[in-house]
């Protein structure tokens, strides 16, 4: 498996001096902070674009804005707003050349059902395809995160979906969002989901709130999550998504290693 520890403008120089050789960089900040105004997203844009450009040794995932973003509307207002955005995410993985894009699933509560999930898959797809067309050309995989949704129903159907067209996109399960967001335990969703998950968030919680605690913090089973995690996605990226310093996040990532034996 590969390993990767998050990272933002503040932490990243020293998880890239404290981080192995092999251990790649998520680049994140794009969900919260660099969305609040032009002036933010360029300034990490061109902050990250400069930190990998420096660092071609070290291999990095970028982790797209999130909020307020559905694939699918009816407005043509905000389906144009969504569109910029992505395409200034494009555009920025351009750039830096990630080896995954990773975006939240963001399906909306009402299609978050086998039986419904098909119709907003289609619509999500239709406005994804000329983007994940352009990322492959890059060389850029998109994984796409599960958040609220209650389980792999509408992940599972995406990338079926995606696959039949013969676009490159990918699940990215986040444990910890699984953990408290959804009755379907972790390891229910590596089992659905399995090899079609490349990419993993990892973190802990009590189950309260999405607390993004290290490993073994909060009261995810890793003891018997990672086993499964092994071996259904054994090609998968391990990402440490820790809201924490730099020393906390490799002992998270440490931690997760000698776990994995």
């Known amino acids: 498996m590969d390993f990767s520890v998050c990272a ?3 932490t990243a120089l020293d998880l890239l001096n404290n ?4 251990v790649a960089l998520e680049l994140q900040s794009f969900g919260l902070k660099g969305v609040k105004s032009l002036e933010a997203w360029n300034e990490r844009a061109a902050f990250y674009t400069e930190f990998a450009s420096s660092h071609r040794d070290r291999r990095f995932h970028l982790h797209g804005p999130f909020l307020d973003l559905p694939w699918w509307s009816y407005d043509h207002m905000i389906a144009e707003v969504v569109e910029r955005r992505v395409v200034d995410t494009v555009e920025l993985c351009e750039a830096i050349l990630p080896e995954h894009l990773i975006m939240h699933l963001s399906c909306p509560s009402y299609f978050c059902r086998a039986d419904r999930a098909q119709r907003w898959v289609e619509e999500a797809l239709k406005f994804w395809k000329p983007h994940l067309e352009r990322l492959g050309e890059m060389g850029v995989l998109a994984v796409f995160e599960n958040t609220y949704e209650p389980d792999a129903a509408a992940a599972l159907a995406f990338s079926k979906a995606a696959e039949a067209e013969g676009l490159a996109a990918s699940i990215c399960l986040d444990v910890g969002h ?15 989901l399995g090899s079609r998950i490349s990419h993993y968030h990892i973190h802990d919680n009590d189950q309260s709130d999405d607390q993004h605690h290290a490993p073994g913090k909060g009261t995810i089973n890793f003891a018997t999550l990672l086993p499964e995690i092994a071996g259904r996605s054994p090609d998968a990226t391990l990402s440490m998504e820790i809201e924490a310093g730099a020393e906390e996040i490799v002992q998270g990532l440490n931690f997760i290693i000698a776990a994995l034996g």
Not at 178 to 185: D, G
Request: charged share 15%.
């Open 178 to 192: 699984a953990h408290t967001f959804s009755p379907t335990p972790p390891g229910q969703w590596v089992g659905d």
């Open 19 to 22: 981080t192995a050789a092999d």
């Open 8 to 10: 933002y403008p503040e």
